[in-house]
Structures are given as structure tokens and as C-alpha cells.
């Protein structure tokens, strides 16, 4: 059941700008009575879709009105609004003197402060985009980088929903084929409808698939990635963190054994968020909390996206993936030193091919997150309904009875449906728009 707080008829505000001193916040509002709570705040309602310079004044109890602020005020009627409700925007005077009194007039003139994503869930509900196109703003308000900001904004625009919709519109019309199949089983219809039946059910299972078969690159471009930088003790892992990071994020000690936990920071490499940790030098200990530092750093080396191996000598760390970076430090100490084949030679001390590396690592956080033709999956809930409907149809080619086969055809519809929430989403609505910010 829905709560209180989702019924669309209720009016509802939000502060849409930051927090914290600016010359303007915009306050948005929308829902059932937005345009009487404009009309009483304005005295007037603005021509809509236009900005309009208005005073804004509000009555407490007996008094005479007070004069609140002086705002651009935008009013725009519904159905033509983000949310597909009568709503507003007030342009304010940022102070927070300003901001809370507007907000008190809102209240006592029946609106109440919106939940987060709320905006976003009533234009979801009243059918101006779907889930995915939902799912596509939350991660372009997230956005750090240009590459992130492409993909969000390709799937607000509904780039991936219409990918969707196509398989849909042809697997409703091979439904209807298998339908026609199984209720005139006597009217002799010509054996060409189930082979091109057939035939679309291969093709759409075979998209599907090629879809899922990308490295999910888009999944790892929106998270961000990880890099994990491993060898023994003392071969300079903290200091290419510092180097990587340009500022002092782990402690540098010619000790061994200085790390003991997984430092992370957050940089950017080729366009892409990436997350480069620190771990504990792989080494034998009987040091209990050290042991659980190189417990840890093996874990990561199974998370990593990428592995970077460092070592200072002539050889390599152990047991790294195929795809591991080697690097080898410290050849401004040893400088006769012969790198082992694929090794990149730096001095993290004097800077020596630090430059190298870094567009080295670049490349492959560019290569792991590289589009390819089509839109890309960006979340594990969309992977999983496009596997559970390409299943299904698996299931429906090997199927010889008509009446199974369409019921496996009409598993794979309700799987593609709950993508764009088109069925059976109720449950997830609150997780989805939970990620939005309050006035989203």
C-alpha cells in the first residue's frame, strides 16, 4: 500500500538549489492546490512558463500580510510539468531567514516538505517517464565525470527504455502469434506463422544476450572502479597512492609493515571515477593484525577491477591475474637493473615515469568502461530482469507444447515490464527514488 506521503493529490515543496550562503535558492512546489497557494502568495498567478517578478506576502492569523521576499516566481500547469502537476518554482533571496519563512507560509497554507525523490516518483507515477529514465536522472545528479554524465543523461533521455520497448512491442506481437496458434488449433493456419514465430524468438533471445555480453562496462563507468595496488613490504605502494592521489593520503615509513588496513582514495583516470587502494605488503607474518592486512589485501586482489603489482627488484609479486600492471619502483636506486618483460620502471622519489603510468592506467580504466554498440546496462537490477527474460525464452524455443511456450513468452513480457515499471515494481519504488535528494 502506498503511504501517506506518496498520494499524488497532496501539495508538496522542496528546497531544489544547495544548502549554505548564495545569492538565490529555488524553492519548487507542486500538487493539487499548488496554483491557490501561488494565487494567495502573488496575489496573482503569473503567466505560465514565464518569470515574473512578484512579491511574496503571507498572513499570520489576523494580521495583516507581510511582505516575505521579492522573487522570480515561474508557474507551470499541469499536465506540461516535471511531475505532471500543477507546479511552481520560487527564484528566492538566499538567506536562511528568507528560506525558512517562505517555508512556514508553505505549511500553514496546507503543503508539506517533500521526502527525497519525490518529485521524480510523482512524474514517474503520473506516467512523464519511466524507471529507467527515473534511474537516469538519479545517476546525472550523481555524475562525476563527462563519461558519467553521458551515459546518465542518454538513459534520462530514454536511450535504454526504447531499446526495451522495441523488444516488448515485438515480443507482444510473437505472443499474440502463439496465442492464435493455441486458440485456432484447427483452422489450418499456415506452418510459416510458428517458424517466423520461432525465428523472432531466436533473434530477440540472441539480442538479449549480446546485450548482457559487455563486460559491464556500464555498471563499472557508474559506479567507478577499483585498483588495487599489492606487493611485499617497502616496494612503495603508499607512496604511488600519494603520487596517484597528488596529496598525502597514506603514511610513508621505511618500516615494513607501516600498512596494516586498505587505504582508499578517490581519483579520476581517464575520464572515469577510480578508486585506488592501498593494502598491507604481501608477506608472511605472525603479526595477528598485520596477517589481517594481508588477508584483506588478497581480497581486494579478487574485487579489483585492475591489479596494480608492484616490486622493486627483478621480480614480480606471485600470483597476480593475468592482467595485473606490473610496475617496478626504485630504479633511481637501481638503475642497471633489467625490468622484466610488460614491467613499467618508475622512481615514485624523482617522478621518473610516473606520467607513463598514469596514462598507462588511464587506458585501462578507459578500456574496462569503453561503449560499445547500444546503450549499456548501467544497474544490476536491469541485468538481472534482461537474464530472467532471455531465460524464459531459452525455455520457450525448447518448448514444444503451445500452451507452455506461451506461458514462458509471457514470463519473459512481465520481466521486461518491471525494467521500465510497466508491472510489478511496487516494491522497488521506494529504494529507486530513496536515492534522489530531497526536491528531486
Request: glycine share 8%; aromatic share 4%.
Amino acid at each position: 500500500m502506498p503511504s501517506e506521503r506518496t498520494q499524488p493529490d497532496a501539495p508538496i515543496f522542496a528546497l531544489a538549489s544547495g544548502a549554505g550562503r548564495a545569492a538565490i535558492a529555488v524553492m519548487r512546489l507542486t500538487g493539487a492546490g499548488c496554483g491557490e497557494i501561488l494565487r494567495h502568495l502573488c496575489g496573482t498567478l503569473p503567466t505560465p512558463r514565464r518569470a515574473t517578478l512578484s512579491g511574496l506576502r503571507h498572513a499570520s492569523g489576523d494580521a495583516a500580510p507581510i511582505l516575505l521576499d521579492r522573487a522570480l516566481v515561474l508557474w507551470f500547469p499541469g499536465p506540461n510539468s516535471y511531475t505532471g502537476e500543477d507546479s511552481a518554482e520560487l527564484h528566492l533571496h538566499a538567506g536562511p531567514a528568507v528560506i525558512t519563512a517562505v517555508a512556514d507560509a508553505l505549511v500553514a497554507l496546507g503543503a508539506r516538505p517533500a521526502e527525497p525523490g519525490e518529485f521524480t516518483r510523482r512524474a514517474f507515477m503520473n506516467g512523464r517517464l519511466d524507471l529507467i529514465e527515473a534511474e537516469g536522472i538519479a545517476d546525472l545528479i550523481d555524475a562525476e565525470t563527462e563519461a558519467q554524465r553521458r551515459q546518465a543523461l542518454e538513459q534520462a533521455d530514454g536511450t535504454l527504455s526504447r531499446l526495451y520497448d522495441e523488444w516488448a512491442t515485438r515480443l507482444r506481437t510473437t505472443l499474440a502469434h502463439q496465442e492464435a496458434l493455441i486458440d485456432f488449433p484447427d483452422e489450418d493456419l499456415p506452418p510459416e506463422i510458428e517458424q517466423a514465430l520461432l525465428n523472432e524468438l531466436r533473434a530477440l533471445t540472441h539480442e538479449m544476450r549480446a546485450h548482457l555480453d559487455d563486460g559491464e562496462r556500464g555498471e563499472r563507468l557508474r559506479r567507478g572502479l577499483l585498483f588495487a595496488i599489492v606487493g611485499v613490504p617497502n616496494v612503495g605502494k603508499s607512496s604511488l597512492l600519494n603520487a596517484l592521489a597528488d596529496r598525502d593520503v597514506a603514511i610513508v615509513s621505511p618500516r615494513a609493515g607501516t600498512t596494516r588496513d586498505a587505504i582508499e582514495v578517490r581519483v579520476v583516470l581517464g575520464d572515469v571515477p577510480v578508486t585506488l587502494i592501498d593494502t598491507a605488503g604481501l608477506r608472511e607474518t605472525e603479526d595477528e593484525i598485520e596477517a589481517e592486512g594481508v588477508r584483506r589485501a588478497l581480497f581486494h586482489v579478487k574485487q579489483a577491477d585492475c591489479v596494480i603489482g608492484m616490486f622493486d627488484g627483478d621480480t614480480p609479486p606471485a600470483d597476480l591475474p593475468a592482467n595485473a600492471i606490473l610496475v617496478r619502483n626504485k630504479i633511481d636506486l637501481t638503475p642497471t637493473t633489467k625490468s622484466p618483460h610488460g614491467a613499467i620502471a618508475i622512481s615514485v622519489h624523482d617522478g621518473t615515469g610516473l606520467a607513463q603510468l598514469t596514462e598507462i592506467l588511464a587506458d585501462r580504466a578507459r578500456a574496462l568502461t569503453a561503449a560499445q554498440a547500444g546503450p549499456p546496462l548501467t544497474r544490476a537490477r536491469h541485468r538481472a530482469a534482461i537474464e530472467e527474460s532471455a531465460s524464459h525464452l531459452a525455455a520457450a524455443l525448447d518448448m514444444h507444447w503451445p500452451e507452455m511456450r506461451g506461458e514462458d513468452m509471457r514470463l519473459a513480457m512481465r520481466a521486461l515490464g518491471r525494467l521500465t515499471g510497466a508491472v510489478g515494481v511496487e516494491d522497488l519504488l521506494d529504494t529507486v527514488f530513496g536515492q534522489f535528494c530531497i526536491g528531486k
